[in-house]
Structure formats: C-alpha cells, structure tokens
C-alpha cells in the first residue's frame, strides 16, 4: 500500500490534480488544482498545476475506455487468467488494435447460483498513449489507468455515506460523460460509463436557438432550470424558453440511471432491485433544477456527493483550498483514483500501460539476476585476491573449487535427467489435452444456449463427454441436458424445435455438429438433450 498518490483525471473542460496521503487519522489531501483545458490539450494545464506529477493515477471514461461482464463458474485464479486472456485476445482482433485490460470479480449476490461475474476494462493502446503523453508533457509520468465509474465507487466507499443493505446509485455528470456505479451496502453491482453528458443540452439549445456551443452553454448554466417545480414560475420568459428547449434532452440523463438500472437487474438476476439513493457528483451535478428532475423520474432521493466533509483538509495550500472548496463535486473521481491507490482494500481495476508493464518484469525478474550476478562476481574476486595472498590458502581454495565443480557436474547430470523426464511428462500432457475438448468449445456451447434460450426451456445440466483410448478414439462433446414446459399457451415443442433449429445455426457453432436426442420425462413436463460434436481443432 502506497503512501501518498497522486491522481490526474482529465475531462472536457477542466483537468483536476489531486495528491492525497493516508495516515494514522485518514485520507489527508495535500495537493489540489484544477486547470481549465481551453482550447487545446489538457499538457499544457497539467504543466501549469506546480504539482509533482511523478507515478500518477490517471481516469479513465467515454470512448477511451470499454467494460464488459463475463459470468464464469467458479475457477481457480490462474484458470480464470487464462479465461481473461483469451477473451482479450478475441476483443483485440475484433477492435483490429491492441489493447489493454485488466479485470476484478464482482461481489457474489448469490453464492448458491454457481457462477461468478467478472468485470472486465479495456483501453486501446493508442488512447492509453495520448493520456500518457498528456501527462509527460506536464512533467509527470503515469503508473496506471484506472475507469471512473470504480474510482467513484472507491471514494463511496472510503468517504462517502454507506448504509447497510441500501441501493445508492453514484452518478459523475461531466460534459460528454456519465460514470455510474451501483452498490449495494458496500457490494459493486454494476459499473458502467457512457458518452452523452451535459453536453446533450447544449447542443438541444444550440439548435433551437441557432447560436455557437459556447453561447449555448453560457444559456444552460444562466438560465436553464429543471426543476419540475419550476414549471409555469420560471425566472423569466426567455429562462422558459431556454428549459422547454433542453426539456427533451435532459430525459437522457435519467434514462442512462434508468437504462443502468435495468441491465443491473439483468446482471444480478435481482428483480425487485430498487434505488434508496441518488448520489451526484461533477460538473453536471450543479445544474439548476437537476435533482429535482431526477427526484421526480427516478422517485427516490437524489442528493449531492460530497466526500471531502470526511477528510483531513489541513495541509492544503491556502489556494489550493479555495479551489478545491470550489470544485469539491468535480473532483470526486479524482479523490477515488487516488485513494484507490492509498488503500488495497478497496477495488482494484488498474489497466497498466506497456512501459509500466516492462518496466515491473525487469524489476521482478532482471534486477534480481543482476544482482546475482554482481554478488557472484564479488566473490570470484575475493576468492582471486586471497589466493594472491596466500599460496597455501590457494591450493585448499582450488581444492574446494573442484568440489563446487563436482556438485555442478552431478547437479548439472540430475538436472539433465529431470529435463528428459519432463519431456515425457509433457509428451503425455499433450497427448492428454488433445483428446479433451478445448475451453473455448465449451465456453462457444454455453454462450450459443445462453443466446437463444426462451423461457419455455430451461437447462438442467451441461456437461463434457468424450475422450477414449488411442485405439478407438471419440470426438469431444457437449450434453445439453434441458426441460421445457408449457408457459401462456405457448406449444413446447414447437419452442423446443425453434430453439434447436436457431441454437445449430449460432455463428459460435461453426465446425460443430448438434443432434438433439428425445429423453422421457417422469412427469408431464418436456425434457429433451442436445449432444454438440466438436471434431478435433474446434
């Protein structure tokens, strides 16, 4: 665990610094600017921020960064590496650049379901190197790229207000972003990031009063008022026309808590899933009449986020502090990269760029033979000076070198016999795996089921047949073991064959060969099993 951190997150309009150290009485911030972009990059703002940024944390949101669920049942740590790994591999040929990635589980909901989730970030490299570039053009250098959406989690979980039990959404509202992160007491539920932002009502007023983007966001933050309670008393006629104009526009900020919602139920399969609580934070979160708008749409209790009430603010710079007392709701996210880095108890999800990487192979692998090596050649030399010195002391030392050199030679002979040994043990290894199914065989059947199952079915069982001896050898395959019964007039049997038919002609199928085998059913439901062959190499 790190004793101080530094954090950069850099947004549309405004790029904010944030450097916090952990003590004995808790988060203490010592640094704090926030730099407006302008109208170039966020480099030169980062150069003018005075603060030391070596070893920074930096966010990451909208289009530099994608996640995705996978649910696995559960495996052991390495397995699941190579599960990972694989699915990378698959997403980079896709995305046609390479990317990087890492990946957390997510807090169990069920523990009897059998299945695991897992929360998977991706970046393409060239974003990681635009953000990295940005960053050393202010004299910095970054350790890692951490999403938004987990570093709001972290300052909730660190700072924030945390009930037992209660559903809190937290919602970070920037120009052309939303972080959102669902918990649950102090369980992730659901993390997402979306492009969209406040940027969405600019542009509505932009069009209905055909002016720039920059006079429509001086109309937004003067005159714009959400509020429901507002309506028929608005402020002025022109402020009236200003909110019916961006009316439209602003449904999209609670449909992306809504939307959210929704595929978090999906998610956890929780279908009574509820808000307690509506947690701002960023830019977004000041706009007039905001909460009050999403109050009455989300119909639960929507609040400003602020985690700095919490924290030890002394040593902040008498600037610094004025400027952080005026962005505390847009520097959330910054606090949560940064006390993500304070604090392993917190969730981890850090994408590490490739010089990082390279840089953590050479200290855990190079520096530790280097060091070997220079040890060794010490004491050769040692060894050399004292037989210099000692003629007698040379020939016992010369004696004991052909010792070392006997024990090398038999170390040197056993190792030899353990090499070949190995190559057996390979040999069979090998032999074994090819008569086994692939992983991504089972992993292809499972998702293609997972697909177009209806509700009419349902899987009993998915299991792996096969293998046999050399002699008489049998190809892998796949038992789907499956029910099926009678739901709102629907003719199983007819759902059961749809879902056949569709399940065969799965893209992820290609190569493999699907026979559906008639079962008997002990009651008056359907039941049936689908065997899925898989030839050897698919």
């Known amino acids: 665990m790190a004793n101080k951190a530094t954090a950069v997150d850099i947004g549309t309009h405004s790029a904010k610094v944030l450097v916090a150290q952990a003590g004995k009485h808790g988060v203490k911030i010592l640094r704090f600017a926030g730099l407006p972009r302008g109208e170039g990059d966020a480099a030169i703002s980062l150069a003018e921020a005075a603060v030391p940024l070596a070893a920074s944390v930096v966010g990451l949101a909208g289009r530099d960064m994608t996640l995705r669920y996978s649910q696995v049942p559960p495996t052991p740590d390495w397995q699941l590496r190579n599960l990972m790994d694989l699915e990378i591999q698959d997403l980079a040929q896709q995305s046609g650049g390479t990317l990087s990635a890492d990946y957390n589980l997510l807090p169990a909901q069920d523990p009897e379901a059998g299945v695991e989730t897992v929360l998977l970030a991706l970046a393409k490299d060239e974003s990681l190197e635009r953000l990295q570039a940005e960053v050393q053009n202010g004299g910095g250098s970054v350790?890692?790229?951490?999403?938004?959406?987990?570093?709001?989690?972290?300052?909730?979980?660190?700072?924030?207000?945390?009930?037992?039990?209660?559903?809190?959404?937290?919602?970070?509202?920037?120009?052309?972003?939303?972080?959102?992160?669902?918990?649950?007491?102090?369980?992730?539920?659901?993390?997402?990031?979306?492009?969209?932002?406040?940027?969405?009502?600019?542009?509505?007023?932009?069009?209905?009063?055909?002016?720039?983007?920059?006079?429509?966001?001086?109309?937004?933050?003067?005159?714009?008022?959400?509020?429901?309670?507002?309506?028929?008393?608005?402020?002025?006629?022109?402020?009236?026309?200003?909110?019916?104009?961006?009316?439209?526009?602003?449904?999209?900020?609670?449909?992306?808590?809504?939307?959210?919602?929704?595929?978090?139920?999906?998610?956890?399969?929780?279908?009574?899933?509820?808000?307690?609580?509506?947690?701002?934070?960023?830019?977004?979160?000041?706009?007039?009449?905001?909460?009050?708008?999403?109050?009455?749409?989300?119909?639960?209790?929507?609040?400003?986020?602020?985690?700095?009430?919490?924290?030890?603010?002394?040593?902040?710079?008498?600037?610094?502090?004025?400027?952080?007392?005026?962005?505390?709701?847009?520097?959330?996210?910054?606090?949560?990269?940064?006390?993500?880095?304070?604090?392993?108890?917190?969730?981890?999800?850090?994408?590490?760029?490739?010089?990082?990487?390279?840089?953590?192979?050479?200290?855990?692998?190079?520096?530790?033979?280097?060091?070997?090596?220079?040890?060794l050649v010490g004491v050769l030399g040692l060894q050399a000076s004292h037989a210099r010195a000692e003629l007698a002391a040379a020939q016992g030392a010369e004696d004991a070198l052909r010792r070392r050199i006997n024990v090398a030679n038999s170390v040197h002979a056993d190792a030899t016999a353990a090499i070949e040994a190995n190559k057996v043990e390979r040999a069979l290894v090998e032999h074994l795996a090819a008569q086994a199914l692939p992983l991504h065989g089972l992993l292809r059947t499972q998702r293609a089921a997972a697909a177009h199952l209806p509700p009419q079915l349902w899987l009993r069982k998915l299991e792996v047949s096969g293998g046999g001896s050399s002699v008489q050898r049998k190809r892998p395959q796949v038992l789907l073991d499956g029910a099926g019964k009678e739901l709102n007039g629907v003719e199983v049997g007819r759902v059961l064959q749809e879902f056949v038919s569709r399940f065969k002609a799965d893209p992820l199928l290609a190569g493999a060969q699907a026979v559906m085998k008639p079962t008997q059913s002990v009651d008056s439901s359907l039941t049936f099993q689908i065997a899925v062959d898989f030839a050897e190499g698919n």
């Open 143 to 375: 350790a890692a790229f951490v999403p938004n959406c987990t570093a709001l989690y972290n300052a909730f979980l660190k700072c924030g207000p945390v009930e037992p039990d209660a559903v809190v959404c937290l919602a970070n509202i920037g120009q052309e972003t939303i972080d959102i992160a669902l918990v649950k007491g102090t369980d992730l539920l659901f993390a997402r990031n979306l492009s969209g932002g406040t940027k969405v009502l600019d542009d509505a007023i932009a069009a209905a009063f055909n002016v720039g983007a920059r006079k429509a966001e001086a109309l937004k933050k003067d005159l714009l008022d959400l509020d429901p309670q507002s309506r028929g008393r608005y402020a002025s006629g022109q402020a009236e026309k200003v909110t019916m104009a961006a009316g439209g526009a602003a449904g999209s900020l609670s449909a992306a808590i809504q939307s959210s919602l929704a595929f978090c139920k999906t998610q956890t399969k929780i279908a009574d899933l509820r808000l307690d609580k509506v947690l701002l934070c960023g830019g977004g979160a000041r706009l007039r009449g905001l909460r009050g708008l999403l109050r009455e749409t989300l119909r639960a209790p929507v609040e400003l986020f602020d985690p700095f009430a919490n924290l030890d603010l002394s040593a902040l710079p008498p600037d610094d502090a004025e400027q952080l007392q005026a962005m505390r709701h847009e520097a959330v996210v910054a606090l949560g990269l940064a006390v993500g880095r304070l604090d392993d108890t917190l969730y981890s999800l850090e994408i590490l760029p490739e010089a990082v990487r390279r840089r953590q192979r050479f200290q855990q692998r190079t520096v530790w033979n280097v060091l070997a090596g220079a040890i």
